[in-house]
Each structure stands twice: as structure tokens, then as C-alpha cells.
């Protein structure tokens, strides 16, 4: 059974750091591409960073570059998005996605909130 489950959001002043985790089991991580995307309320779902299977490769958009950074531990099965500096705009729901070939599969959100 695949599951994949994300955790590590929650309620951060401006200027403070989260840590995201997004947990898999029942498929084989290591294969797969892995990416956060966010959903504000009432914006589209908007792709945050990326990180091939490898994690040798990453990108960034241009909103949290230099902010955020992804990272991917095949041996634990978990990918992580470091959040620092945060800001007011970056209050979303948290998704993590990974992909390989036409298999694709969804965490089910973390809520960031990043108020004073």
C-alpha cells in the first residue's frame, strides 16, 4: 500500500524556519523525482522546488530561491524542504509529489502559516 505522508508544518513568525518531511512507503522512492508545489487560498497550485531521484540536481522558483532548499534521503524514504527566512506569501498549503515515468503520487498537505 503507497503512502505518503507529510508533516513538519505549523504557525512561524516572519523571519523564522520550518523544516517539511514527506515520508514514503509501499514504492520505490529512490526512482522517483520528488517536488514541493503550495496552495495559497484562492491561488492555483504553484511548484515551489524540485529535486531529481538522485538528488543530485535541484530548482527553485524564483519566490523562495535562496530561502528554500530540498533535499531527498533515498535510505530513509523521506524528502525535506528547509524553509528559512520566511515570509507572510509563503502561508500555503504544502504539497510533496513524486514522480516516475507516469506514476505520480500526492501527499496530503501541510498547512504553513507564517503570521506575527
Known amino acids: 500500500q503507497v503512502q505518503f505522508v507529510a508533516s513538519g508544518g505549523g504557525l512561524v513568525q516572519p523571519g523564522g524556519s520550518l523544516r517539511l518531511s514527506c515520508a514514503a512507503s509501499?514504492?520505490?522512492?529512490?526512482?522517483?523525482?520528488l517536488s514541493w508545489y503550495r496552495q495559497a487560498p484562492g491561488k492555483e497550485r504553484e511548484l515551489v522546488a524540485g529535486?531529481?531521484?538522485?538528488?543530485?540536481?535541484?530548482n527553485y522558483s524564483d519566490s523562495v530561491k535562496g530561502r528554500f532548499t530540498i533535499s531527498k534521503d533515498n535510505a530513509k524514504n523521506t524528502a525535506y524542504l528547509q524553509m528559512t527566512s520566511l515570509k507572510p506569501d509563503d502561508t500555503a498549503v504544502y504539497y510533496c509529489?513524486?514522480?516516475?515515468?507516469?506514476?505520480?503520487?500526492w501527499g496530503q498537505g501541510t498547512q504553513v502559516t507564517v503570521s506575527s
Open positions: 509501499g514504492f520505490s522512492f529512490s526512482r522517483y523525482s
Open positions: 509529489n513524486a514522480k516516475w515515468w507516469t506514476l505520480n503520487y
Open positions: 529535486i531529481t531521484s538522485d538528488g543530485g540536481r535541484t
